[in-house]
């Protein structure tokens, strides 16, 4: 008789990550109950944490080049990051942003079931989190400054597409998911990818 593997569930492994996790943002804010975000490259999904406790998890699409920090390389920064700017705060539903402006668009579910989500590029929908890097010379700083990257926690209109790594660097939500998650966070709140 051969012995029983165990595996973790998906939620165990979640909270392991949490925990391996929380020490990196300690230094940011003694406070125990801090919130903060992290970002499971590997699960393709967000947690929404009050210090060590899940309040919230959500499917997300990270970069199909994978983690990578670098200027054009397409790929999801990882580390220590903190959102710099809320932008979209009492936009409709759907509004299009570019450069972090509104363009005075608006996207529609119908577009994707007519299958014209591709058609359109990838399009900055709803709401935005703006992420500063906190890590000098790895997210932060000359060549892979994720703020001068222009790394955001985005709506899309390739919804279809979220849990699986498509995006070209940038965290996409469902935009109702975008929506909830923005009036949950603030300047300054933490967010670890990993």
């Not at 580390?79 to 450069?99: M, Q």
């Not at 990838?122 to 709401?127: C, E, N, Q, S, Y």
């Not at 892979?144 to 979220?162: A, F, P, W």
Request: hydrophobic share 30%; aromatic share 4%; net charge negative.
């Amino acid at each position: 008789m051969g012995m029983r593997k165990t595996h973790k569930s998906p939620d165990a492994r979640l909270e392991e990550l949490v925990r391996k996790q929380r020490a990196r943002i300690s230094p940011l804010d003694s406070q125990a109950d801090q919130r903060w975000l992290l970002v499971d490259v590997a699960g393709q999904r967000l947690a929404l944490v009050e210090g060590e406790r899940i309040i919230l998890v959500k499917p997300v699409s990270t970069a199909r080049a994978g983690i990578d920090c670098r200027q054009d390389s397409g790929g999801t920064p990882d580390g220590l990051h903190r959102i710099a700017r809320k932008i979209g705060d009492n936009e409709e539903w759907g509004t299009e942003f570019s450069s972090r402006r509104p363009t005075g668009r608006r996207w529609s579910p119908d577009e994707l079931q007519r299958g014209e989500a591709d058609d359109q590029g990838d399009l900055i929908l709803t709401r935005i989190l703006t992420l500063e890097g906190l890590d000098p010379g790895h997210n932060q700083g000359p060549g892979v400054d994720s703020l001068e990257r222009y790394i955001y926690i985005h709506g899309t209109n390739h919804e279809k597409q979220i849990g699986a790594p498509v995006s070209h660097g940038c965290i996409r939500l469902t935009n109702d998911d975008v929506m909830e998650l923005f009036e949950k966070m603030e300047p300054g709140d933490p967010v670890v990818i990993v």
